[in-house]
């Protein structure tokens, strides 16, 4: 099926089960056990082996002599496999360096080596008998030193509209500032993980991943294999925040450690070498100059942004949003990239826009405090309806104003004070606000749907579950469609034996998915009419049955003893060239601060979201709340500290590396606005759980700052950087 016209009134519309709050379907699975993550399917694998992972002790240089011979001889040892045994070895398309490394050594904690026996104690302990001499190289570890020499990325393009440097220089009131966000883990509960089985020439591996076609495709170019060789299985995935939308070292080398010891092998990354040796968010430096009317109009729009990442990677995109989020006649927006030899940066939650909000919207709040203006109000007067570089594109749904009414009113903005001005007891209390946006991002996907005799619809797809529902909206799209009870619906996911849907990530994957199933069940409704002697274009689906021209019929019926089976995706067309399809929202955040100490305490969190149909309020509200709780970390806590001498992360675990836990979050609520966006899919829905982080960290800085009268540009915002500046206590 092609998307390229608006979509009309279609079966979604009923809404009968699309959007109605429900209960996750694979929630008993998960609160009883029965959800098999994977490094738990026990039933695959008669006797499995155990993998262990040796990575790289330099971040740079080159391993000059490694001595397995002790570690052979130990207890229980069956292979180790490192780049001198592994055989020819290719770089997926997704990976920056390589998953297997030696002699060249990339980065910190890169794999080096991979030890297989008959139990991961065996293997740990084998692990720390082999020797490995390296000559280190020097390295660029420092973002702020390597900023100098960056360069615009490969692709990449500067935005420029009309004379920001004469406007700015111009404009009454002006904003000059640079901010920076620092490193980043996902942090995710399920550690990379992996189960290996090799039947002749084919692969299967059970893993956790977000995207199972990108995934099966890497393995294979990794491997020297052919793709249809490759079977990847994800049914259940603990959380991945993109860290898991790409192969990394556990697959890789769990196929490798499998293939020697002749056995199937299981293998799970330790904490530390998931900090080092897969991805993370990377640090960025963003420089910010907006120049505004006096009554607070702006007439120039500066947003400079430097990060870094290995020779080969990619920057974090932190200026896309300046692009669309306000109007301004005068632009100038630019993208730099640093070589550095740390640990390989890619997707977090949000790339881009989490951190490049955490910017944009601070220094929105110091120009509105340059003004004597309110901050919602500063935001408002800056709306725009079109592309502010293409003003011959309107926006397809754009809330924003609507989101940032709504919370203020919902939020009491109006009993916000000057800076330090409000107190409790021996807590600074301060509000602040944030403006929210993430583009929606459509994908091609693919569904099969199935119908037995007993009138039992089954979806097949190789999207994935990341903890997002997946199941749930998928089952509820084709129960709406099919007008069966959602108990009438069996969902199976996260196997690259299904047809290629658009996998979770980016905020594409319950839109898109589901039109794939949309699809799938149009398809299968036309088979089911013709199958009955019914006209398909007057066919009505309800209650399980199939009604027209005064006819009303079993869908069952319609199956038989052999079934019906349809297949389709969903394609898009040139909708998104014509109109800018984007998500908005706005953020609301009361702190608290110790007067003496410093301490911060979140006190209570708003969100209103305006995000096309929501699918299952019930899940997409979970989905926010995780956003904010994320953005709360990236705020307060989360910086992954660079050894700038050795180049690696030093607090690579989750005792070092802080991430909120139940007492950091306070009450929060989220308010999602009526919007249905006939430009976005048949759904009408877009993209909501990357939404939910966007802006979070910049309305909590600004609360600060309303508390305390401090102002903190380096995240993420600890006590020590406020103490100095405190009110004198009386």
Not at 467 to 476: E, R, V
Request: charged fraction near 20%.
């Amino acid at each position: 099926m092609k998307f390229d016209t608006p979509a009309t009134t279609n079966p979604i519309d009923q809404l009968k089960i699309i959007g109605k709050s429900t209960d996750r379907i694979d929630g008993p699975h998960k609160t009883s056990g029965l959800a098999t993550y994977a490094y738990e399917h026990h039933d695959v694998a008669a006797n499995p082996a155990y993998g262990f992972v040796i990575g790289a002790a330099i971040a740079k240089g080159r391993i000059a002599a490694m001595d397995k011979s002790r570690a052979l001889a130990a207890p229980g040892v069956l292979a180790i496999v490192d780049a001198a045994n592994a055989g020819k070895l290719g770089k997926g398309n997704f990976n920056t360096a390589k998953l297997l490394g030696g002699p060249e050594i990339d980065h910190y904690h890169q794999a080096v080596a991979i030890v297989v026996a008959e139990t991961f104690e065996q293997a740990r302990a084998a692990a720390a008998l082999v020797r490995i001499d390296y000559v280190r190289a020097e390295g660029r570890f420092d973002l702020a030193e390597a900023k100098a020499g960056a360069t615009k990325p490969k692709g990449g393009a500067d935005a420029v509209v009309g004379d920001f440097a004469a406007a700015f220089a111009a404009a009454p009131v002006q904003l000059d500032e640079t901010y920076a966000t620092p490193d980043q883990s996902h942090a995710m509960m399920e550690p990379h993980a992996s189960i290996a089985i090799w039947q002749g020439d084919k692969l299967t591996l059970w893993t956790s991943n977000q995207m199972i076609n990108w995934g099966a495709g890497d393995v294979a170019r990794t491997l020297g294999i052919p793709q249809a060789n490759v079977r990847l299985v994800s049914p259940f995935i603990g959380g991945g925040f993109g860290a898991k939308l790409f192969v990394r070292s556990d697959a890789i080398l769990a196929a490798l450690g499998a293939r020697a010891a002749r056995r199937p092998v299981k293998l799970a990354l330790t904490r530390p070498l998931i900090f080092n040796n897969t991805t993370h968010r990377p640090a960025t430096i963003q420089r910010i100059r907006l120049g505004a009317t006096k009554a607070g109009m702006l007439t120039a729009i500066g947003h400079e942004n430097w990060s870094g990442d290995l020779p080969g990677g990619g920057p974090e995109d932190a200026v896309q949003q300046t692009r669309l989020l306000y109007a301004g006649a005068n632009r100038l927006l630019t993208t730099r990239l640093a070589v550095l030899d740390l640990p390989e940066g890619n997707a977090m939650r949000a790339p881009g826009e989490a951190p490049g909000l955490m910017a944009l919207e601070m220094a929105m709040d110091e120009l509105a405090d340059k003004l004597g203006l309110d901050p919602v109000q500063l935001r408002i007067l800056n709306d725009t309806q079109v592309d502010p570089e293409k003003p011959e594109r309107s926006f397809s749904q754009r809330q924003l104003i609507q989101c940032l009414r709504t919370g203020a009113e919902t939020f009491g903005w109006d009993k916000r004070r000057a800076p330090g001005q409000t107190r409790d007891g021996r807590w600074l209390v301060g509000m602040g606000v944030a403006a929210a946006f993430r583009n929606n991002l459509s994908m091609t996907s693919a569904a099969r749907v199935r119908l037995d005799k007993d009138g039992l619809v089954t979806v097949e797809t190789d999207m994935t579950d990341i903890g997002t529902g997946s199941y749930t909206i998928i089952a509820q799209t084709a129960a709406e469609v099919m007008g069966v009870p959602l108990d009438r619906v069996a969902v199976k996911l996260g196997d690259s034996a299904f047809p290629v849907s658009s996998g979770s990530g980016g905020q594409w994957g319950a839109n898109s998915s589901t039109a794939g199933v949309y699809a799938a069940c149009v398809k299968l409704r036309e088979m089911v009419a013709r199958k009955l002697g019914l006209d398909p274009a007057l066919a009505q689906f309800s209650d399980g049955k199939v009604s027209a021209g005064g006819r009303s019929i079993p869908l069952a019926e319609a199956a038989r003893e052999a079934g019906l089976v349809a297949e389709d995706k969903m394609e898009y067309g040139d909708l998104a060239k014509t109109h800018q399809v984007s998500t908005f929202g706005a953020h609301f955040v009361e702190v608290g601060v110790d007067a003496v100490t410093g301490e911060i305490r979140i006190r209570r969190m708003l969100a209103v979201c305006a995000a096309g149909r929501i699918l299952n309020p019930k899940s997409a509200r979970s989905q926010v709340l995780g956003g904010m709780t994320m953005g709360a970390g990236g705020a307060l806590m989360e910086e992954l500290v660079v050894d700038k001498r050795l180049g690696f992360f030093v607090n690579h675990d989750l005792a070092g590396y802080e991430v909120p836990v139940h007492a950091d979050i306070p009450h929060q609520e989220v308010i999602f606005l009526e919007e249905t966006d006939p430009m976005s899919s048949p759904m009408k829905a877009k993209g909501v759980g990357e939404l939910g982080i966007c802006g979070v960290a910049a309305a909590i800085a600004n609360a600060i700052h309303n508390a305390t009268g401090v102002r903190v540009r380096h995240y993420p915002i600890t006590l020590d950087k406020l103490l100095d500046g405190l009110p004198q206590l009386a």
